[in-house]
């Protein structure tokens, strides 16, 4: 097979419509323009191939002159399965790209609240740390004793939380 010119002019127009919608800044754009680019390089594996022929399968009577080349064929199916991986990264650009563009109002909130949550950590952190330099010795009497420091959950409990470390639990 000879490749045709109609085919030859349709590679390039894809080649160069992807190469200029792929500079735009829009993700959007960048997929649609990636798009082109693989269909584009699939049609120049496909007029690169050769000529036409029968399946590379050898049976009795056929002659090497008459099997197609498989290299083009495997190549062909390698850049469509790249091409669909690097389209589903771009959606999921895309997705998490929308994602934090649409939060609005709610997103200060979201980030405030983590705000919060890392001061009401650092307090808990600071809490814990003095909860058990107190409770060791209370502990080490209990288990000396033969007794069980543990309630249901596992965490020794040795003394009434201060009124600071119930705001907190709260």
Do not use: C
């Amino acid at each position: 097979m000879s490749a045709s010119l109609t085919l030859v002019v349709l590679m390039a127009v894809m080649y160069g419509t992807g190469v200029y919608v792929m500079l735009e800044k829009s993700l959007t754009r960048i997929l649609i323009g990636f798009l082109l680019v693989g269909n584009a390089t699939n049609l120049l594996i496909f007029i690169m191939s050769g000529r036409s022929g029968t399946s590379p399968i050898i049976d009795d009577g056929v002659t090497g002159a008459d099997i197609v080349d498989p290299v083009p064929q495997v190549l062909m199916l390698t850049a469509i399965v790249i091409n669909f991986g690097i389209t589903a990264f771009i959606l999921a650009l895309i997705y998490r790209s929308w994602w934090l563009s649409n939060l609005g109002d709610e997103g200060d909130d979201v980030i405030a609240d983590e705000d919060d949550e890392e001061a009401r950590e650092a307090d808990q952190a600071e809490i814990f740390h003095t909860s058990l330099e107190d409770d060791d010795e209370a502990v080490r009497t209990v288990l000396e004793e033969g007794g069980d420091a543990d309630d249901d959950d596992g965490v020794p409990h040795t003394r009434e939380p201060s009124e600071q470390e119930r705001d907190v639990m709260r």
